[in-house]
């Protein structure tokens, strides 16, 4: 069965640090890998989509890089803002999503 | 346009009341995932339908769960004789493509925060 974990479980960071967040998994035949972002009450905002076949993406801020044959995904968040304070949740897709328990990140103004 | 949208968005249930959650995917789309949220956890999944279809239930906890898509639009998640352990956000989400290696991405609704006493 496929284990998805996520370290660190909570980040609390000064506003404009960059940053790094981990995700790593046991089973590495995955079909792609995603980040996504929930704020408290909300539902879940996809981020980024990494096939299994691409090394990284990257959207505004946010960089997802995956290795696939490490069992390893990172999102890297440049110039943090207080606004992207949420909970970062990394999922895995083999035929079944699998999430990790997630980073909370605060960002401090 | 309009995302997923669940339905009620908070419950609070008795132990041993039977309750039903709703769940509106965005119109066309042909799957339909449900999942279960703990506190502090990430989304566990629950049901896959590909339209009315229910391909996977492997994720329902016990027979108390069922969930149905009858039209291939709406789902209902229904428990019954609810238990403090079924206290959970449970999350629906929606997808344009079919499951099996999608390239594609699930849309999430809000989530229907459960409470049982």
């Known amino acids: 069965k496929q284990e998805v974990t996520q370290i660190p479980a909570a980040l609390s960071v000064p506003e404009g640090e960059n940053l790094v967040l981990n995700c790593s998994f046991t089973?590495?035949?995955?079909?792609?890998l995603q980040w996504f972002r929930q704020d408290p009450g909300k539902g879940l905002t996809s981020l980024l989509l990494?096939?299994?076949?691409?090394r990284e993406q990257t959207s505004g801020r946010l960089n997802a890089s995956l290795d696939k044959s490490s069992g390893r995904s990172t999102l890297y968040i440049a110039a943090s803002q207080p606004g992207d304070s949420a909970t970062y949740l990394c999922?895995?897709?083999?035929?079944?999503?699998?999430f990790g328990a997630g980073t909370r990140l605060t960002v401090k103004p | 346009g309009a995302g997923v949208s669940q339905s009620p968005r908070y419950k609070v249930a008795k132990r041993g009341q039977d309750v039903a959650l709703r769940c509106d995917p965005i119109?066309?789309?042909?799957?339909l995932f449900w999942y279960q949220q703990a506190l502090g956890q990430g989304p566990e999944f629950l049901t896959y339908?590909?339209?009315?279809?229910?391909?996977?239930k492997s994720g329902l906890p016990s027979d108390r769960f069922f969930a149905e898509r009858p039209e291939g639009s709406v789902s209902t998640l229904k428990i019954q004789r609810t238990q403090q352990e079924d206290s959970a956000v449970y999350l629906c989400?929606?997808?344009?493509?079919?499951?099996?290696?999608?390239?594609?991405?699930?849309?999430f609704g809000p989530g229907t925060r459960l409470l049982v006493l």
């Open positions: 989400a929606s997808s344009p493509t079919v499951a099996s290696g999608t390239i594609g991405t699930q849309y």
């Open positions: 999922a895995v897709n083999n035929n079944d999503m699998r």
């Open positions: 990494i096939q299994s076949s691409q």
């Open positions: 339908f590909q339209n009315e279809a229910q391909l996977d």
């Open positions: 089973d590495s035949a995955i079909y792609n």
């Open positions: 119109s066309g789309h042909v799957s």
